[in-house]
């Protein structure tokens, strides 16, 4: 008697009916892309940043306007991303806990920045804040300036990467329910109890996540972030705005120098959010082996 699986079984237990050769040109397929379209990009960053000699590179990223726009950056992602933080947790609670009218309004909302362009996005705020927009003269008479100075570029930043941490977590709040809220509620807890000793612990790695995509769109942000800077060198650029304005200068060795800075950003986003991704799927298969609690004995009579 043959106990070798036939091929049609070892095709159910590989999860796919197609035949190898098939599964094995969408790998091969799907492996040249990556390389082609991701790997070999982001050597290139790298090889060109590199092609004066270390010494060139980091003369590049020690000049007085580069360190600026790092300066820049870091204070921009230091203010949105704390900002966007409490925003999301508390539109994420109030969308997965709660019914009231405007729901459906607020997910909109929420949406927004997808939908519209980070340069629209920039406008609009030159609109309301500019020299002729409509809070301009008031703010020029206070000697209040937004545009094209940090406040506009914190704005911005903060309005393109909004939606991040809260679409992060209200998927992950409406599948956990409010079964372990309300039992906390019942069992005398307060609101901010609750939300720190039951709420928190359940969403941390989703938050982690949301965080860690906010910090990275936030740092490489161009769109919204050209149109209220000004491009003024050494005070208002960002490290995007740095990288093109070098480039348009042909000066393509410090120009991937400071590229080089948000591709590294964009290796350690990556490898973070991979760790975060391993310790969530290890917590939750931790949990599902976990034994049943064998309910107290009641005390039975004397």
């Known amino acids: ?12 237990q590989s999860g796919t009916t197609e035949a190898p050769w098939v599964r094995w040109t969408l790998l091969g397929i799907a492996l040249v892309f990556l390389v082609l379209f991701l790997v070999l990009p982001l050597a290139a960053v790298f090889v060109e940043a590199f092609s004066k000699g270390a010494d060139a590179y980091f003369a590049s990223l020690r000049d007085p306007d580069a360190w600026s726009a790092i300066q820049l950056t870091l204070i921009t992602a230091l203010i949105s991303v704390p900002l966007n933080l409490v925003f999301g947790v508390a539109a994420a609670w109030a969308i997965a806990k709660y019914e009231f009218k405007g729901k459906a309004f607020l997910t909109t909302l929420v949406d927004l920045p997808f939908s519209v362009s980070p340069v629209v996005a920039g406008l609009m705020y030159v609109l309301v804040f500019g020299a002729n927009g409509w809070f301009g003269p008031w703010l020029q008479a206070n000697d209040i300036k937004i545009i094209f100075a940090v406040p506009g570029i914190v704005l911005a930043t903060v309005f393109v990467t909004f939606p991040f941490i809260a679409r992060e977590l209200i998927p992950l709040m409406q599948a956990q329910g409010n079964d372990e809220e309300q039992a906390a509620i019942v069992l005398g807890a307060t609101g901010w109890q609750t939300f720190w000793k039951v709420t928190l612990p359940n969403i941390k790695w989703g938050l982690l996540y949301g965080v860690i995509l906010c910090n990275a769109r936030a740092m490489g942000e161009f769109g ?3 149109v209220v800077s000004g491009h003024i060198r050494g005070q208002t650029n960002t490290i995007p705005l740095h990288v093109e304005i070098l480039y348009n200068e042909y000066q393509s060795a410090a120009a991937f120098a400071a590229a080089s800075l948000l591709a590294l950003l964009a290796l350690v986003t990556l490898a973070i959010k991979s760790v975060a991704e391993w310790q969530s799927e290890r917590e939750r298969k931790a949990a599902a082996n976990l034994p049943p609690e064998r309910p107290t004995p009641l005390p039975g009579p004397r």
């Not at 008697?1 to 159910?12: D, F, G, I, L, S």
């Open 1 to 12: 008697m043959n106990h070798h699986p036939t091929r049609a079984v070892r095709r159910a």
């Open 224 to 226: 919204a972030v050209s």
